[in-house]
């Protein structure tokens, strides 16, 4: 679960961003612990943007639910597990409430996942489902950036028409201390990929 990363730096200005609904979705690389940070980055940025913040279990690993809800200021976040007795679907909730989705970090696992149609979670069936654009930020361990499955994968998501991949940037990796490709794109980078996505698709409708 180790990925190059290193300490975000945020720009003076925030990128234009008209998205009424964000669905933030922070899988379990070790990036997840900026997760509260960019949720208040976002909070403050874009008071008129609703965001629901789903994480996965591994996620939780380096960030608290009681951290999380306190910057994001909508409650606890969602954990992207199947509910033992659902009042509903959750899955097509999540499909058709945002007009934009952001992953980040996508972890290698869940590259790999979405890009095979896995659909054993909630998120990871309503990205297979969803018409809103998505941005997909990977962050990798040392030497995933040149695996050969990983370029596969992503090469596959990137013919999806509502999907953009961001390349992850040079970081250093806290297992090794080494610089190397694979830390997730910084947020403001990944909210201009994703307006410019929307852009395109309400164009393009």
């Known amino acids: 679960m180790t990925t190059a990363t290193t300490q975000p730096s945020i720009p003076t200005e925030p990128p234009p961003f008209t998205a009424r609904r964000l669905l ?27 965001i629901r913040c789903v994480v996965t279990r591994s996620a939780l690993r380096f960030a608290t639910p009681t951290a999380i809800s306190a910057a994001g200021g909508t409650g606890l976040p969602m954990v992207d597990t199947w509910p033992d007795e659902p009042d509903g679907a959750l899955h097509v909730e999540l499909a058709q409430w945002p007009d934009a ?27 297979q489902c969803t018409k809103a654009p998505i941005v997909l930020c990977p962050a990798l361990p040392p030497g995933g950036n040149e695996n050969p499955a990983y370029r596969r994968n992503v090469a596959e998501l990137s013919q999806r028409d509502n999907i953009t991949v961001l390349p992850p940037i040079p970081g250093i990796s806290m297992s090794t201390g080494q610089a190397g490709i694979g830390t997730a794109a910084l947020l403001p980078h990944a909210i201009a990929a994703l307006e410019e996505a929307r852009l395109w698709t309400e164009y393009s409708a």
């Open 24 to 50: 933030y979705i922070a899988s379990g690389g070790v990036q997840a612990m900026f997760l509260p940070m960019w949720l208040g980055w976002l909070r403050s940025s874009y008071p008129d943007t609703e």
């Open 101 to 127: 989705v952001l992953v980040h970090p996508a972890t290698l696992s869940f590259v790999t996942r979405l890009s095979l149609g896995i659909a054993d979670t909630p998120a990871l069936l309503a990205l």
